[in-house]
């Protein structure tokens, strides 16, 4: 479908019979995405009410729908599994309503942001304290730790990129660098069940067990780990 009022017709066909969807009743799988068309509330309303109650549905992708959307949505899906979300904003509330909402047998979470209240990176400056304590390493991944079956998270921030070695110094290059993977390594640390780590794009694989190796990861060139 090329033109959104033809999608909205679509999806609003779409009516529930004797607590039976009528179109697609059997739907596990769901990605939404539209390319110039973000403001389309309507369009995005029809889609989110032809999911409503969708108690099989195990993957959900909804795009740039808004999240005030999707939350009001989120309780139906009590069979979700698999989810990837933008929040425009990402603040603390905005977290906790989300792993509030999504059901605690999570497998893998997808989360993007376009502005962030806190960093997405710990401080360099972090008290000693501070470094010591998993769950304190990363701004919000210790939130996901609600989900105990989780395997993969990806947390992105839209305008992060890994450090650049043509815009920086060597000395800055290199520490930036470290920053940049010890913060991937501290999601890990922070989730013990997970064993794939998004990192703004990249992709890791996370090893552990042995001491030597305890919490180590180890980037996934092939971007095998999911996006």
Known sequence: LDKPGAATVVFGSDHVLEGRHTFLPHLADFR?????HDSDISLFQSVVQFLRGRTRLRRLDLGNCPWELVLRLLPDLTGL???RVKIAQLTDAAVDALVQTLPREMIAVHLSSVVWTKSLVRPPDASP???ADPASQHEYAHAFRRFPYLEMIHLRGMSMRRPQPALLSDKDYTAQTARWLASSRHIA?????VDYVGWHGEHYVVLRGAPAVEGKIEEDESGAAGS
Do not use: H, T
Request: without cysteine; hydrophobic residues 70%.
């Open 32 to 36: 939404f995405v539209l390319v110039g």
């Open 189 to 193: 640390l922070a989730l013990p069940s």
């Open 129 to 131: 304290a501070v470094r």
């Open 81 to 83: 599994r698999v989810f």
